[in-house]
């Protein structure tokens, strides 16, 4: 019996990154996982690899910032599976413009997707939820929610989004604690990951170099299955009596 047995799970930006791991490490713990992103091709790749191990899982493309996206998504998935147990909005995007340098542009492309796309996803999947009689919504923010410095790699649209999906996870999690929802949020310190190769860093050993000073756990940066690990621990009812926390994952940066 695996972790998440008989459980639905819908994981955004699931073609790369932590979200891949979340959806190979779900599959081999028995959920029917919905991998969604809004790259369809890298994704229909990956989600036959995790059928030809012998996962449940579908593709299917999404953008978070669209509700229509969202609509088309979780009535497939209701068609599917009849239910909605877990939602994992991990799908993000990262500019790297400071305050001066960010045109109204930049703004409103990260928080349509890493801000909006978390509201439309709860508000998407949480009526069926509420049918469904419980639920666990897993929210990916950042450390740069929480502290400021070189966390948001000079992202200052991206650290305001990730602020809010911390603010949004506890004004969801206090809401719905009534339906048997449970609503957490992730905070990854540096991870190695697509995002963090498409900046030209070539491996985790590298990407720990960067912030040896600051995260104190040899490498000094993680790589995508410890956020996948949080992940599968939230949604899974192991944690059935926590909502509204932010697990940090991120080698002891914040301690600091
Ligand atoms: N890598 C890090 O160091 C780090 C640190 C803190 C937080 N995060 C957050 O972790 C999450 C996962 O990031 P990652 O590092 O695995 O990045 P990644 O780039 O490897 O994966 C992100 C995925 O999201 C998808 N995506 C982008 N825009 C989308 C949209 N509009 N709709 C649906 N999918 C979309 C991408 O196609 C990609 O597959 C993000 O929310 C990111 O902000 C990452």
Known sequence: MGRLTGKVAIITGAAS?????????????GAKVVATDVVEG??????????????????LKLDVSSPESWKA????TISKYGKIDILVNNAGIHI????LEAELDDWEKVMSINSTGVWLGMKSVIPHMQKNGQGSIVNTASIAAIIGGISDGHGAAYSASKGAV???????AQWFAKDQIR????????IFTGMVEKA??????????????LAPLSPHAGESMD?????????????KFVTGIELTVDGGWISN
């Open 166 to 172: 911390r603010a949004l996870t506890k004004h969801a």
């Open 73 to 76: 998504v979780v009535d497939a």
């Open 96 to 99: 790297a413009k400071g305050i």
């Open 42 to 59: 890298a994704l229909q790749e990956r989600v036959n690899e995790i059928v030809a191990n012998g996962g449940e899982a579908i593709a």
């Open 183 to 190: 609503v957490n949020s992730v905070h990854p310190g540096a």
């Open 227 to 239: 956020i996948a690990n949080a992940y599968l621990y939230l949604a899974s009812d192991e944690s």
């Open 17 to 29: 990154g932590m979200g891949l791991a979340g959806a190979q490490l779900f599959a081999k713990e």
């Open 200 to 213: 030209g860093i070539k491996s985790q050993v590298e990407m720990g170099t960067h912030y040896k000073n």
